[in-house]
């Protein structure tokens, strides 16, 4: 069965600076999707940034970006001139051949002024 | 564009009652649900999913339920709530030939 994990339960940053999260996650399957979501205190969950495992170019979506490293098993997210409403709880998800996604426990981000 | 509603957003209801939270996503057909379960704190635990109507699987055992009687309508259910029912649902959904889901807004249910 696959398994993700988030080693950082809690991570803190000063706003406008660079904060990364780390990803790993076990898996035998070669072709799979990985996600980052973020869950802000409303507790809405919303997808950040979305992977494909055949991709090797890192995805990037505004401040936010990848560094996937299929061979490790690794899956970072690196957030860049971090703002005060990127305070929030961050899921990394991995999703293979079934329906079904399969989340790590969370990180929470802590966005100092 | 397609949206996802869930009700009610907040539910508090005394041990041993019945239980039924709505799910409905529109703008999209036979579109693959989800019901997750959060504890305060915690990571999501996966309780059902459904890739058609009246086709419900099951995550973990336990006095829960969900049914699917429309394509885009799915309904978490419990005859008799348990204090360890209390916790924040999240329905979810994605097409076939999506890979993400989209989650809806939860409902935070307290049993007391």
């Known amino acids: 069965a696959q398994t993700v994990t988030q080693s950082q339960p809690e991570m803190s940053v000063q706003e406008a600076e660079t904060v990364t999260l780390s990803c790993t996650y076990d898996?035998?399957?070669?072709?799979?999707?990985l996600f980052w979501y973020k869950q802000p205190p409303s507790r809405q969950m919303i997808l950040v940034i979305r992977?494909?495992?055949?991709?090797?170019q890192n995805a990037t979506e505004n401040r936010f970006s990848v560094n996937f490293q299929k061979a490790a098993k690794s899956f970072s997210l690196k957030i860049s001139d971090s703002q005060l409403g990127d305070a929030a709880m961050y899921f990394c998800?991995?999703?293979?051949?079934?329906?079904?996604?399969?989340f790590g426990k969370g990180t929470k981000l802590t966005v100092n002024p | 564009s397609q949206t996802i509603h869930q009700w009610p957003a907040t539910l508090v209801q005394p041990v041993g009652s019945p239980l039924s939270l709505e799910c409905t996503v529109e703008?999209?057909?036979?579109?693959?649900l989800y019901w997750y379960r959060q504890a305060a704190g915690r990571g999501l635990q996966l309780l059902f999913y459904s890739v058609g109507i009246g086709q419900i699987s099951s995550e973990v055992p336990q006095n829960l339920s969900a049914s699917r009687p429309q394509d885009r309508q799915f309904i978490l259910s419990s005859k008799k709530l348990l204090l360890s029912d209390s916790g924040f649902y999240l329905c979810a959904w994605t097409r076939d030939s999506s890979h993400e889901q989209y989650f809806g807004p939860g409902t935070r249910l307290t049993v007391t």
């Open positions: 898996t035998s399957e070669s072709d799979y999707y």
């Open positions: 998800a991995f999703r293979g051949g079934s329906e079904k996604l399969v």
């Open positions: 992977q494909e495992a055949y991709k090797q």
């Open positions: 703008g999209t057909s036979n579109p693959n």
